[in-house]
């Protein structure tokens, strides 16, 4: 009962919203060191958000393999007393950590489209 508990905590912190990337600002009616400047910050704060997505898809890549260790070795928690909420929770887990990571991959593509769009 514990474990279940803690596994749909652990699921309910992941929450279901992912950030988005930054929007590249219109530079068209700035002067041209004040689009060098925005473009530059721009191409920043999209590179700091690649930075983080990288990092949250390998976080969310050891966080999958742990839950899905936990589906795969349910034989171990037969018999406990919950098991079947563990084994749902496990399950949900997994999928929320899968959804989330689809999620991130997506934004991460979009930022990375950005950066190449404000390089051109």
Not at 19 to 29: A, C, F, I, L, N
Not at 61 to 80: C, Y
């Amino acid at each position: 009962k514990k474990a279940g508990d803690a596994l749909s905590t652990w699921s309910a912190a992941l929450g279901d919203r992912v950030p988005t990337p930054p929007v590249s600002r219109d530079t068209s009616k700035m002067d041209p060191s004040e689009a060098a400047e925005a473009k530059r910050d721009d191409k920043a704060r999209l590179q700091e958000f690649v930075d983080w997505a990288d990092k949250e898809k390998e976080r969310l890549d050891t966080e999958i393999a742990r839950a899905d260790s936990l589906v795969k070795n349910e034989n171990k928690f037969s018999g406990a007393d919950a098991h079947d909420r563990l084994l749902n929770e496990s399950k949900n887990l997994k999928s929320t950590l899968d959804t989330r990571k689809k999620n991130v991959d997506s934004q991460l593509r979009a930022a990375k489209e950005a950066l190449r769009a404000l390089e051109r």
